[in-house]
Nanobody
Framework: QVQLVESGGGLVQAGGSQRLSCAASGRTFNALGWFRQVPAQEPEFVAA????????LYGDSVRGRFTISRDNAKNTVYLQMNSLKPEDTAVYHC?????????????????????WGQGTLVTVSS
């Protein structure tokens, strides 16, 4: 199993920035990414990155504001969130799979992801 532990969530004012971390351990993975979810709604794809190459994908709602990166030595991925909006408020979950495109494709079937973290809450106040 791949174990994913998110951190870095909290309360931030609109227009501010926040950095999330996802520490991975366990069996081999090729890509890590982020989904976000509001209670009673379906998960939304945020970003994903190839752990080997750094090639990244972004969801339309965050492209240009969020940046995903990875630290191979620490088996950790980061999500730098800038220009935050109240609409960004959600529980942010880390996810693992074999390719960034696979993570994005599992937006409607997150149960099929190789791994899914418990999430960290980001609250953006207006």
């Amino acid at each position: 199993q791949v174990q994913l532990v998110e951190s870095g969530g909290g309360l931030v004012q609109a227009g501010g920035s926040q950095r999330l971390s996802c520490a991975a351990s366990g069996r081999t993975f090729n890509a890590l990414g982020w989904f976000r979810q509001v209670p009673a709604q379906e998960p939304e794809f945020v970003a994903a990155i190839s752990f080997a190459t750094g090639s990244a994908l972004y969801g339309d709602s965050v492209r240009g504001r969020f940046t995903i990166s990875r630290d191979n030595a620490k088996n950790t991925v980061y999500l730098q969130m800038n220009s935050l909006k109240p609409e960004d408020t959600a529980v942010y979950h880390c996810a693992a799979d074999r390719h960034p495109k696979n993570i994005r494709a599992h937006e409607t079937s997150v149960r099929d992801l190789d791994a899914w973290g418990q999430g960290t809450l980001v609250t953006v106040s207006s």
